[in-house]
């Protein structure tokens, strides 16, 4: 089945020690999305690649930062993880930004020590 | 700017009960309209959607939609949930912008737990 792969599932990290999650995609759609949520909360974008072209949103702390180095994978490195930064890393796909629906994996919780 | 509200944020019910989870946005232009679904250690799955035509929708599961233009709204019914409906319900919107005619990001509303007990 197509799909979007998320690894790991569960990270573990300290504070202050770089972080790569990763996302991986089937469906071979042109977009991939960021998003954090934290418990009880909306999922909260943090940037998307539209192909190759990088879309920052303007909140997104300068300590996130992604890479998409083709169609099928998109990584996302927190340089220097805060307590605050514990939460699901969704990672999401579409086949054009914004209209669409879009097809999420099933997250990586990372935790902060 | 949009927003996307969601008027409940925990709803319990009965097996067997009817459900019904509002919706309402902001943005008066042209809208697409999503519900999304998260089952307890499970990803968003989508429910149904709503771009044009018939505004009531129905979708995966029994559940449907209906698009009231008049009221911003987008409302989802399931008319008998079950044990397995328990789960987080997010209404997520995106919107064209009149003057680029391009589409903006997916608006999330907060979210609605919904648990059904036996």
């Known amino acids: 089945d197509a799909m979007v792969i998320q690894n790991p599932r569960y990270q573990v990290t300290q504070f202050g020690k770089p972080v790569t999650l990763s996302c991986s995609q089937t469906l071979n759609h042109n977009v991939m999305y960021w998003y954090q949520q934290k418990s009880s909360q909306a999922p909260k974008l943090l940037f998307h690649y539209y192909d190759k072209d990088f879309n920052n949103e303007a909140d997104t702390p300068d300590n996130f930062q992604s890479r998409r180095p083709n169609t099928s994978f998109c990584f996302l490195d927190i340089r220097s993880p805060g307590l605050g930064d514990a939460a699901m890393y969704l990672c999401?796909?579409?086949?054009?930004?914004?209209?669409?629906?879009?097809?999420f994996g099933p997250g990586t919780r990372l935790t902060v020590t | 700017a949009q927003s996307v509200s969601q008027h409940n944020h925990h709803v319990i019910l009965s097996e067997a009960a009817s459900l019904e989870l509002g919706c309402n946005y902001s943005y008066g232009g042209t809208v697409n309209l999503f519900w999304y679904v998260q089952y307890p250690g499970q990803h968003l799955q989508l429910l149904l959607k709503?771009?044009?035509?018939?505004?009531l929708v129905k979708g995966i599961k029994g559940f449907e939609a209906e698009f009231i233009k008049s009221k911003f709204s987008f409302n989802l019914r399931k008319p008998s949930v079950q044990w397995s409906d328990t789960a987080e319900y997010f209404c997520?919107?995106?919107?064209?912008?009149?003057?680029?005619?391009?589409?903006?990001?997916?608006?999330f509303g907060a979210g609605t737990q919904v648990v059904v007990t036996p």
């Open positions: 997520a919107v995106t919107s064209r912008a009149m003057t680029t005619d391009s589409w903006g990001k997916f608006q």
């Open positions: 999401a796909t579409s086949r054009d930004p914004g209209r669409g629906e879009q097809y």
């Open positions: 709503y771009f044009s035509g018939d505004p």
